[in-house]
């Protein structure tokens, strides 16, 4: 198949595992109708473990991770104030100055703010 999903591929996987075929099976067919690319033979393991600890769903489960906090009003605020006190001032400063990551001072400066810089000099 040209176009597939990765949807497609699970609900794929979950047929074929529902009828009893091994693992190492479903990744032979997956190869020969999705292509190489679709699906390596560790996720193919993997949906089979899901499968047989009882998950239904096709989904990915959410995951836990660590949240943007840097990105909040606040800092948006201070950024902003630093910004107004001395246009000159770098990212790496301001980031240093706030104690957040300096990615998260460019989505700030750039994304928040919608500041540029105009001129070199």
């Known amino acids: ?33 999705y292509g190489e690319h679709a699906m390596s033979m560790k996720q193919v393991y993997q949906c089979c473990s899901w499968f047989k600890d ?6 990915d489960e959410p995951r836990s991770g660590r949240s943007n906090t840097a990105n909040n009003d606040w800092n948006t605020a201070r950024v902003d104030e ?11 400063e301001n980031s240093l100055k706030l ?15 919608g500041y540029r810089k105009v001129s070199a000099r």
Request: hydrophobic fraction near 45%; aromatic fraction near 10%.
């Open 82 to 92: 630093l910004i107004t006190v001395d246009r000159k001032v770098k990212l790496k």
């Open 1 to 33: 198949m040209a176009v597939w999903s990765k949807l497609e591929i699970k609900a794929f996987v979950r047929f074929l595992f529902a009828k009893g075929t091994k693992c190492s099976i479903i990744y032979r067919e997956i190869m020969e109708n």
């Open 54 to 59: 009882g998950r239904t769903s096709l989904q």
């Open 99 to 113: 104690d957040i990551p300096k990615t998260n001072v460019y989505e700030i400066v750039h994304h928040k703010l």
